[in-house]
């Protein structure tokens, strides 16, 4: 089967402009993740997706991010009026359930898309 | 902040070699996991070990994780230059947070 699949692979932009991020995750997996990657650092986790559950979304760094799951698969992450400081690498994950607490799986990744905000 | 740390931030030695990879965190954990990333993109899961673990083995890789000092290694051995990437280790907190929390990572260069 398929891995993580995300589009577009590179985006560029300008300052101000809106922007739509897509996550294709494995078929099956309940579990949806975003993360931010910025250059040479470690990853930063934006926000969570569980079946048909209310998202959390503790890692938005503003409300210029919001993120959707539609029909529990495909979820697309939008970053409005964007600045310079957005630009990163944006990595979506999934897995069969979620990773907290006593029940464990594995987070799937996808290869990411590489924003720049000129 | 709960991320974890690597420890060295990059490593660099001969194919051949053994690389030792170490990584601290901060919170009480149900487990841990150790990720490959290669050239900034997408991560591939390694190995996880259970909070009540010590040791797990896998191929070349050998994970041992302390609770008390909450620290674990990464040791990879008989090093390739296919080896070359950055190595994460990420945390599954016990708060029931849904989130693995990753440290700043390990570049490991192996010289042909």
């Known amino acids: 089967g398929a891995g993580v699949s995300q589009s577009p692979s590179n985006k560029v932009t300008e300052k101000g402009k809106d922007v739509e991020l897509r996550c294709d995750p494995i078929s099956g997996h309940t579990a949806l993740y975003w993360y931010r990657q910025s250059l040479g650092q470690g990853l930063e986790f934006l926000i969570y997706f569980q079946g048909n559950s209310a998202p959390d979304k503790s890692g938005l760094p503003s409300d210029r991010f919001s993120a959707e799951r539609t029909g529990g698969s495909v979820s697309t992450l939008t970053i409005q009026r964007t600045q310079q400081e957005d630009s990163a690498v944006y990595l979506c994950a999934s897995s069969l359930a979620p990773v907290g607490g006593s029940l464990y799986n594995e987070q799937f990744f996808g290869p990411g898309t590489r924003l720049t905000v000129l | ?112």
């Open chain 2, 1 to 112: 902040s709960q991320q974890g740390e690597e420890d060295p931030q990059a490593l660099s030695i001969q194919e051949g070699e053994n690389a030792t990879m170490n990584c601290s965190y901060k919170t009480s954990i149900n487990n841990l996991q150790w990720y490959r990333q290669n050239s900034g993109r997408g991560l591939v899961h390694l190995i996880l070990i259970r909070s009540n673990e010590r040791e797990k083995h896998s191929g070349r890789l050998r994970v041992t994780l302390d609770t008390s000092k909450k620290s674990s290694s990464l040791l990879i051995t008989a090093s390739r230059a296919a080896d070359t990437a950055s190595y994460f280790c990420a945390t599954g907190d016990q708060t029931g947070a849904n989130n693995l929390f990753f440290g700043t990572g390990t570049r490991l260069t192996v010289i042909p």
